[in-house]
């Protein structure tokens, strides 16, 4: 009786081995694009629910809120944000001041970019207590603009009118209406 023999040979798993390495290394730059686009859907979510909190805060309030950058000079929104009751009116929280959240920095690989009506650093999102964008030493100056997101070769706009409502749009979709400035 023949002895039937069972697995593959070296030759056969070498080959295997080659053919499943080309299938990776085709399927990389989408599996990297797609990471890409979650890592910057995430980001997008997280700041515009911490500008809705903003927003909310100051109409439960009835007081001015802010929303600013973390690092020391306030120009990084990547480097996260926290949402406060600025009661000295310099668009920094202080110790005696209300920190209503914070977020951790985000991926290293985000660039940001704003364009608001003021644009001077240290850059802030502000709403008065009927839930308007304002400015940060008066209610009553109305103040909006566009925060920028840009992660590879993706971009995503978040954009705040002067009523304060919030939309998030992307320029290779919504060509009309999704305009705003190029990373810094």
């Known amino acids: 009786m ?3 023999r069972r697995g593959f040979s070296l030759l056969e798993l ?8 080309v299938l990776i290394a085709l ?7 797609l990471l890409l686009r979650y890592q910057l859907k995430a980001a997008v979510g997280d700041l515009v629910s911490a500008i809705d909190l903003t ?15 973390l690092d020391a000079a306030g120009k990084n929104w990547g480097g996260g944000w926290v949402v406060f009751v600025d009661a000295d009116g310099d668009r920094r929280p202080g110790p005696d001041e209300e920190v209503i959240a914070a977020h951790a920095p985000l991926a290293d690989s985000l660039l940001f970019s704003t364009n608001f ?6 850059y ?13 030493t008066s209610s009553q100056a109305a103040r909006w603009g566009t925060l920028s997101l840009y992660q ?4 995503r706009r978040i954009r705040i009118n002067m009523l304060g409502r919030v939309r998030v749009c992307d320029p290779e979709r919504d ?3 999704c305009e705003g400035p190029d990373p810094n």
């Open 2 to 4: 023949l002895a039937v």
């Open 14 to 21: 070498l080959i295997a081995l080659a053919i499943g390495a």
């Open 27 to 33: 399927a990389l730059p989408a599996i990297r694009d």
């Open 55 to 69: 927003r909310s805060q100051a109409i439960a309030r009835a007081d001015r809120v802010l929303m600013v950058p």
């Open 117 to 122: 009506t003021s644009n001077k650093a240290p």
């Open 124 to 136: 802030y999102i502000a709403f008065n207590s009927a839930g308007r964008g304002c400015s940060a």
């Open 152 to 155: 590879g070769p993706h971009i």
């Open 175 to 177: 060509k009309e209406g």
